[in-house]
């Protein structure tokens, strides 16, 4: 009994398709239940977006989940067609069809939970069911979408409520140590822990989005990330509760780069000023990271957060500096850069590696933060690849 997931590359095109039917179809005739997510074909969410923009798309995010959540129901349904070609009862269900139940917050909804009535009942009656990625619908039936990347999380829920695996398969070959686009060197990754994976999710390694390792660790699914259609499982990498053997401190290096710095300076310490403005951030569902404040010898506050560009643009649109009395910066040009491993904390020197690694290499950093099993500062764009590269041979990633 499995879930897998085709992300936009492997479903490109007909083709494509129809490989992917060839394999779902076999390990159907072979007797497994199989229930298949996919994502919209190659780049078209973005060409939707595009399409909106020409029509003068005013941040109606309503209309826009209705537009881009047709993207899978693309995929979905040449999917389901292409199996019963061959000769495998398949059905496609769009997000809302397959229950997905969510909140109101269009273009960024959270799953409240899945109603499998009806997606159990197609596989109680042999079918291969197809269920349309990154969206749901809210209690009062408008389309939402999940954000972008929603896909991934769409199949590690429905894992989670069938408890089955989850195989999320995509254009590369697994998780590496870092980018190898920057660092040609880096290594493939058998296995990582859920909590590294999550830290390289969320610091950039744009491989799966942060939410759906989150919930396969929540409800222990053992989720496998690799290349479509090649079936050898020691291809990709595993991502588990704990790894097999004792490892090496550092698991990889990550950068985060679409980062937006929020600065606020000289609040009055009084407390009212950041509880309104945590407020309006939650509001807007938003999560933000690396919060941080200090207090000045005058007793007043400095604060700082990070979030996206996007996210930056949806507080400051939403941000009337005259009722909060201060005013935001925001800070863009640079770059978040973690070394994550779950060794850190067990291991000494790897701060001083890290930081003496750069300064030898003429690299400056700016904010550095840590978490048991990152340590992540910031540094200019223009030193992302040079950082990635020496720190990778450093570390011997
Ligand atoms: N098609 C959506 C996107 O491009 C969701 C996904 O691919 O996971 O963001
Ligand atoms: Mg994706």
Not at 131 to 150: K, P, S, Y
Request: proline share 1%; net charge negative.
């Amino acid at each position: 009994m499995i879930v897998e997931k085709y992300g936009g590359t492997s479903v490109a095109d007909v083709d494509k398709i129809k490989a992917i039917a060839k394999h779902v179809a076999d390990i159907k005739k072979r007797g497994h239940d199989i229930v298949v997510v996919a994502s919209a074909m190659g780049k078209t969410t973005n060409a939707l977006i595009q399409l909106a923009k020409e029509v003068g798309y005013a941040n109606n995010d309503r209309e826009m989940d209705s537009l881009l959540s047709t993207g899978e129901q693309q995929t979905v349904t040449l999917l389901a067609m292409a199996i019963e070609a061959l000769g495998v009862p398949a059905i496609s269900l769009t997000g809302y069809q397959a229950g997905f139940i969510t909140s109101n917050h269009h273009a960024h909804a959270r799953i409240k939970d899945i109603d499998l009535t009806n997606l159990k009942q197609q596989l109680d009656q042999g079918k291969v069911v197809v269920v349309a990625g990154f969206q749901g619908a809210t209690e009062n039936g408008e389309i939402t979408t999940l954000g972008r990347g929603g896909s991934d999380t769409t199949a590690v829920a429905l894992a989670a409520k069938l408890g089955w695996n989850c195989y999320i398969y995509t254009d590369v070959d697994g998780v590496y140590t870092t980018d190898p686009r920057i660092y040609p060197q880096a290594k493939r990754l058998e296995e990582i822990t859920y909590n590294e994976m999550m830290q390289m999710a969320s610091l950039g390694s744009g491989v799966l989005e942060t939410r759906c390792v989150e919930i396969a660790s929540k409800y222990n699914i053992q989720l496998y990330l690799g290349r479509a259609l090649k079936t050898d499982l020691s291809k990709g990498t595993f991502i588990m509760e704990t790894k097999h053997l004792e490892d090496m401190p550092i698991t990889g290096i990550s950068v985060k780069e679409d980062y937006a710095i929020m600065r606020v300076l000289n609040i009055e310490n009084d407390g009212i000023y950041l509880g309104n403005l945590f407020q309006l951030i939650a509001d807007l569902n938003i999560n933000i990271d690396t919060i941080s404040q200090q207090i000045s010898k005058d007793n007043k506050i400095n604060f700082t957060f990070y979030c996206n560009e996007k996210q930056s643009d949806l507080i400051l649109q939403n941000y009337k500096e005259e009722e909060f009395g201060y005013k935001i910066e925001r800070i863009l040009g640079f770059v978040k850069l973690s070394v994550v491993g779950v060794g850190i904390s067990t291991h000494s020197g790897i701060a001083s590696k890290t930081l003496n690694t750069l300064t030898k290499n003429g690299i400056k950093y700016y904010q550095i933060t840590s978490s048991e099993i990152s340590i992540s500062l910031t540094i200019e764009k223009k030193d992302k690849e040079k950082a990635v590269q020496v720190l990778a041979q450093a570390f011997d990633l």
